[in-house]
């Protein structure tokens, strides 16, 4: 349903693009979004989009280094992640949500679909 690519490992600094392909149109989601977790600690969203009007959401801590935007003649949605720092190695997840929300949804309990999530490592 989603698949996600694009993790790897990089250092300090550098960018990667992960990108989520949706078996159906963008369209049939009410929202897409990205998150992310970490060993022991809870699933955490970090940006979204909703496809109606493109509205999004960033955590404080990616604002001004990722970007979330989407082809929806790909059906598909990418994160662009840029200066990564060592705390934003975890499995990324992108997720959407069917039904209609107030915003952007930002709990994870609020979307339907999952992929299967692609590891992103950053060290020195």
């Known amino acids: 349903y989603l698949v996600e690519s694009g993790g790897g490992l990089v250092q300090p600094g550098g960018s990667l693009r992960l990108s989520c392909v949706a078996s159906g149109s963008l369209d049939d989601f009410y929202a897409i979004g990205w998150f992310r977790q970490v060993p022991g600690k809870e699933r955490e969203g970090i940006s979204g989009i909703r496809s109606n009007d493109g509205m999004t959401y960033y955590i404080d801590s990616v604002k001004g280094r990722f970007t979330i935007s989407r082809d929806n003649d790909k059906n598909t949605i990418y994160l662009q992640m840029t200066s990564l720092k060592p705390e934003d190695t975890a499995v990324y997840y992108c997720?959407?949500?069917?039904?209609?929300?107030?915003?952007?949804?930002?709990?994870?309990?609020?979307?339907?679909?999952w992929g299967q999530g692609t590891q992103v490592t950053v060290t020195s």
């Open positions: 997720a959407v949500v069917i039904g209609r929300r107030r915003g952007v949804p930002r709990n994870p309990d609020d979307y339907d679909y």
